[in-house]
């Protein structure tokens, strides 16, 4: 397993114990760094192990991080529709 997807990994495990924590912002705050910090890592992952693993990586990102997801594509809805 290389770095990059072992960080990934870690990733997802601190996604999933900061969702399980108690929070006044329905966990807003913690959504905005873990997309922070997850984009340059999905780059990394894509760089290290190709376009591929990559988009598996962002597809699973995306599954712990939805209600961003959805909230953009309503707002890009809203824009372009």
Do not use: K
């Not at 990934?8 to 807003?28: E, K, T, Y």
């Amino acid at each position: 397993m290389t770095l990059s997807l072992a960080l990934a990994c870690l990733w997802a495990l601190a996604a999933n114990v900061l969702a399980m924590l108690p929070s006044r912002d329905n966990h807003w705050r913690r959504a905005y760094v873990l997309i922070a910090l997850g984009v340059p890592l999905l780059g990394y992952v894509t760089w290290q192990n190709g376009p591929w693993i990559g988009l598996l990586v962002l597809v699973a990102g995306m599954s712990v991080l939805r209600w961003p997801v959805i909230y953009l594509g309503r707002w890009l809805r809203r824009r372009l529709g």
